[in-house]
């Protein structure tokens, strides 16, 4: 890694992209300090400090605190992947979407114009449920019409703001814009966490057991670390073998390659989507007003709060932990096979001569493709259960109630190998082109 980019700095052009983009890192952490006109950031603050539940720490950690802070990047770029996801799921349904994204560099343009108009449209949704539920609140002073159009045409721009960063680290950085913006966010509240740490488990104890918890938080931080770098690179890879054919009076094919399978094929888009639908009751409940109450739908939000799951006085709440674990794994098969078309791998393999070894072209590869991919995602979906587990357990158990978890270190890690990987390309098409230049 260091190596890499000692190598980049080397390069003109790759310097100026990567200080570009370090430029624009800082351009984000300072509008995330700006408050929004007319807020009373306090009163928020007080406010997101009062719940015991998590429904608003997962859009806080994406955020990089704006939304605790209730600055302008409240939403942070949540709006551009929430609009994302969608057109990725409405391409499937939608054939003119699919036609578009057939279409090679102009349909995905199209699609990405309407993606950002989506985007600014779920932000604007966004930002008037916020200022009109919590201005209710105490949040926008003397609220009036004029100061919620001004709050949510605040929280909208930095969305879009935030967006535009996005696509500018695209073109003039090192790729990987919107990625890259979350990736600061989250590391950005890694200090504050350690000091959290610090404080629950290690301050005020003697210095045998202040050591002792250094070392156990430490340990469990580098093996989740460890666990998220074997899940990203592992893969299967499924030999296949061309058949030689003649074209004019040359002998072509013959080669043998093969299909590399991520055991991890949904990366943290399972996760991500069990987590939001955990949050989403109790957000809504919030807004409403509903949060508290001892009644049933109570006990079931309070289920849904991974803060109680593996909590020894009240084990009934971990009931919530299944169901998590379940949608995991769901999402993991539905965005894989979204994703993954083993009939449409199978005929291209057909119509270039090529076969799996032992395997009969046409339905006896598709079946084979099929049965495999299952049991590989069931793999990857366990791997990312256990990483995303791991952190519940510790925050149930011994109350090490912090910001970031297996969510956040899969994105750090995944983000960061993804753009060395960018680097390098850079790299080695700038050397390519001296060797031709020559």
Known sequence: MLKTLQ????????RHRIFYVLMMLVVVRIGSQLPVPGVDSSYFQQWFDSQTGDSFNFLDAFTGGSFSQMSIFALSITPYITSSIIMQLLTIAIPKLEEMQRDGEDGRKKIGAITRYVTVGLALFESVAMAIGFGNKGLIPDNSFAKITVVVA????????????????????????ISIVLLI?????????????????????????????????????????????????????????????????????GQSSHIPLKVNTAGVIPVIFASSIMSFPSVIATFLGKSGGTGW??????????????????????????????????????????????????????????????????????????????????????????VAVIPFFFNGVFGANVSFGGTSIIIIVGVVLETLKQIESMMLVRNYKGFLND
């Not at 290690?202 to 670390?225: C, E, N």
């Not at 666990?227 to 592992?234: E, S, W």
């Not at 493709?369 to 256990?386: R, V, W």
């Open 154 to 177: 605040a929280l909208t721009a930095g969305s879009a703001f935030l967006m535009w960063v996005g696509e500018q680290i695209n073109e003039k950085g090192v790729g990987n814009g």
């Open 185 to 253: 966010n989250i590391v950005s509240r890694i200090p504050s966490d350690m000091v959290t740490l610090y404080e629950t488990f290690i301050k005020g104890k003697i210095i045998a057991k202040g050591i002792l918890a250094a070392v156990i938080i430490m340990a469990v931080i580098v093996a989740v670390v460890i666990l998220v770098l074997i899940l990203n690179g592992a893969e299967r890879r499924i030999p296949v073998q061309y058949s030689k054919k003649v074209q004019g009076r040359k002998m072509m094919g």
């Open 7 to 14: 190598n980049a700095f080397k390069v003109k052009d790759v």
């Open 297 to 386: 739908g109570s006990k079931i939000m309070a289920c849904m709060n991974s803060n109680n799951w593996f909590n020894i006085n009240q084990p009934v709440y971990s009931i919530g932990l299944i169901f998590y674990i379940v949608m995991v794994i769901f999402f993991a098969y539905f965005y894989t096979s979204i994703t993954f078309n083993p009939l449409e791998v199978a005929d291209n393999m057909k119509k270039q001569g090529g076969f799996i070894p032992g395997i009969r072209p046409g339905k006896p590869t598709v079946d084979y493709l099929t049965n495999l991919l299952n049991y590989i995602i069931f793999i990857g979906a366990a791997g990312l259960t256990i």
